[in-house]
């Protein structure tokens, strides 16, 4: 069996550039196409043309909103989680605490000692044993 490339080389000389090459029909002797043809198929062109951006326009257009709705998705539930840490009265962080926390970027390994948030370990809940002796619920996931 033999192989065949797909490398096709020709023997005879290169084809001319285009504007030295022979053309079977003189363009000077063929009758000018028609202004009403010509406005048609620019027409066709550009009607095609806008439908075509008009329909990525949409599609864009859906992405972006579900995009925002996500945002504020987000924003809502870290609205709600903000508020629920704002109910726990031994939470208490200062405005200070923030600030020396986020210019303490160096220090990022902090170890259970180093935090202190105000809340001993005996006021949290024991991780050994469910709240009243109850199974907890399997975590909700929503569908999209």
Do not use: Y
Not at 23 to 29: G, H, I, K, Y
Not at 32 to 46: D, G, R, T
């Amino acid at each position: 069996m033999s192989t065949s490339s797909a490398l096709v080389t020709s023997s005879g000389a290169p084809p001319p550039p285009e504007e030295d090459a022979e053309l079977p029909v003189d363009l000077s002797q063929l009758p000018a196409i028609p202004a009403a043809k010509s406005l048609l198929l620019i027409n066709n062109f550009v009607a095609s043309r806008f439908l075509a951006e008009q329909r990525w326009a949409i599609i864009d257009q859906g992405a972006v909103k579900r995009v925002s709705d996500n945002v504020t998705r987000v924003e809502i539930l870290l609205a709600i989680l903000e508020a629920k840490l704002n109910s726990i009265p031994d939470l208490s962080v200062s405005d200070a605490e923030v600030a020396a926390a986020a210019n303490d970027e160096g220090n990022v390994n902090l170890n259970a000692n180093q935090m202190d948030l105000g809340i001993s370990d005996q006021d949290l809940p024991s991780m050994d044993t469910e709240a009243n002796g109850t199974p907890l619920p399997a975590p909700h996931r929503p569908t999209a």
